[in-house]
């Protein structure tokens, strides 16, 4: 395994207030980060995310309230920069596209594209989309509507300056046939390739004329235009972590990318283009670029226009930071689309957590402080005799963290579904366990040796449920760290009071 391990998460458009399916993306990666900082050390792992600032999107959202775009950007930034804070993102490094450290490297990039030749001037004649900040050709549309958006499109004629995507389609097809693990899951690879084999690429307009658009990075070489936002926006994965030399080699600490975490919307970008702009730069490629699904509500997307976007810290409020971290990450296998339902998270907080996991915690506890003063009773485990289902949960102890991490890799396409799955096994084996052996018999029975052995598995147990919930729940680990201790347990609160369904009269 490499030595060091660079995750990125898209860059969040400001002109709305985050939803939960940009904390989604977030809570993966913060999830994977802290997985690797285990395994890896902490310096050898980073995490970036940060906000897309420039465009029509974010100046005509800046207009709308009355503000100039650089201030209203400003603005807009604290509330993505909040929110991560809430949810415990542990990110190294936040790059909006505004600062100058990006603009250099995008300004450096396009000016060694101009001079290789990879990009030309041409004049176009076209449709338009302005919300989507696309061009449509006449053969891709069938009315006078933006196939993705449906919103009327605008017929332009400009100069403008484009980007040899084309020339570099066969190359792109043979570099993701012999890279597995390059675009996952496998599924959204196939749909990159049927894409390629089935569309002739064409050359990517990476400029818009400042008289349409002001809000962007100048290009270079033309005083009349500033950049495509998309190509502005992607260069950010490398602007973050290094520099060009005077020849124009890039260099970084961190590049290449282990894993460009992205929603499915936006694949076509990270797996045809950005790949394109890497190779005419001569900079390697990212190792894995991977592609999760939605959050829908009922059938639909989230969208300010349908008034149905759900607010991350709304549901934090109500349920706590932990509970809407495990939902997320459980409740949807990672990379397929899941519907979103407040009553979804009920189940799962009355069931996987208060019953499962809390009540475990719970109990444990107090038979520690009932049968031993909330001292954990001092046995070696490993020297003693066992029957064959403590024997069982011994084992399943030492087999969980490496079980779960490799649900966290590339390989099993990052199932942190299925990697609490495991987690949740040991769990409810525990919790069949108590009932089974019965301490309370034990007790009378003054069977105490039998009591101990029975009570330092289960402190063993949540021990190490602790240490492997960590990355997906950091605050619950901590406090059933707290909780259980060293030697003398702190018994607090139950972690996960039920919550009463029924309503309030
Ligand atoms: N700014 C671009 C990304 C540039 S990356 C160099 C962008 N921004 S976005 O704010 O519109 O979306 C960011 C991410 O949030 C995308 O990966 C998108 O898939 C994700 N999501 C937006 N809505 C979502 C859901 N309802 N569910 C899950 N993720 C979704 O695109």
Redesign the pocket.
């Known amino acids: 395994m490499a030595n060091k391990f660079y995750i990125t998460?898209?860059?969040?458009?400001v002109n709305?207030q985050?939803?939960?399916?940009?904390s989604?993306?977030n809570i993966a990666a913060d999830t994977l980060a802290r997985e690797m900082r285990n395994i890896l050390g902490k310096d050898n792992v980073w995490f970036l995310t940060g906000t897309?600032e420039h465009g029509q999107k974010i100046q005509r959202q800046a207009e709308n309230e009355g503000a100039i775009p650089q201030d209203f950007t400003d603005k807009m930034v604290l509330t993505f920069k909040d929110l991560w804070k809430d949810l415990n993102i542990s990110y190294n490094d936040f790059i909006r596209t505004t600062e100058e450290r990006h603009i250099k490297i995008v300004q450096q990039a396009l000016e060694i594209l101009y001079k290789k030749g990879e990009i030309y001037e041409n004049k176009y004649e076209g449709w338009y989309c302005t919300p989507c900040e696309t061009f449509w050709t006449e053969t891709q549309i069938t009315d006078k509507l933006c196939p993705d958006c449906k919103r009327p499109l605008e017929k332009i004629s400009e100069t403008n300056y484009f980007f040899k995507l084309s020339k570099y389609q066969d190359w792109l097809v043979g570099y993701i046939k012999n890279h597995a693990d390059f675009i996952k899951p496998a599924f959204r690879r196939q749909e990159v390739l049927s894409f390629l084999e089935l569309n002739k690429l064409t050359d990517l307009c990476i400029s818009r004329p400042k008289e349409r658009l002001s809000w962007g990075i100048p290009l270079p070489f033309s005083a009349e235009h500033v950049t495509y936002?998309?190509f502005d926006?992607?260069v950010?994965?490398i602007s973050a972590v290094g520099t060009f030399d005077a020849q124009g080699n890039y260099n970084s600490r961190w590049w290449p990318a282990d894993l460009h975490l992205?929603?499915?919307?936006?694949l076509r970008?990270?797996a045809i283009y950005w790949p394109i702009i890497l190779r005419a730069l001569n900079i390697e490629l990212p190792k894995t670029i991977f592609?999760?699904?939605?959050?829908?509500v009922g059938e639909n997307?989230?969208s300010k226009s349908r008034g149905n976007v759900v607010s991350p810290k709304d549901l934090v409020d109500k349920y706590g930071l932990d509970v809407y971290r495990y939902f997320l990450l459980r409740d949807v296998p990672f990379g397929m689309?899941?519907n979103f339902s407040e009553e979804a998270i009920v189940k799962r907080f009355n069931g996987d957590l208060a019953n499962d996991l809390g009540n475990l915690v719970f109990r444990t506890l107090v038979m520690i402080e009932k049968y031993f003063q909330g001292n954990i009773p001092d046995v070696e485990i490993s020297k003693i005799e066992l029957n064959t289902q403590a024997k069982n949960i011994r084992e399943k102890i030492k087999a969980l963290p490496g079980e779960v991490n490799l649900y966290l890799t590339a390989g099993s396409d990052f199932n942190f579904s299925l990697g609490l799955e495991k987690i949740w096994q040991l769990i409810n084996l525990s919790n069949k366990y108590i009932e089974d052996t019965r301490p309370w018999n034990l007790d009378k029975e003054k069977k105490t040796e039998e009591l101990k052995v029975f009570i330092r598995l289960l402190a063993e147990v949540i021990r190490e449920i602790a240490e492997t919930i960590s990355v997906f729940m950091p605050k619950t680990a901590e406090s059933i760290k707290e909780q259980i201790g060293q030697d003398k347990i702190k018994k607090g609160n139950p972690l996960f009071p039920r919550i009463d369904l029924t309503p309030k009269t």
């Open positions: 998460t898209p860059l969040y458009y709305a985050p939803h939960i399916g940009h989604y993306t897309d936002v998309w926006a992607l950010n994965y992205i929603g499915k919307d936006i970008q990270h592609a999760h699904g939605w959050w829908l997307k989230m689309d899941g």
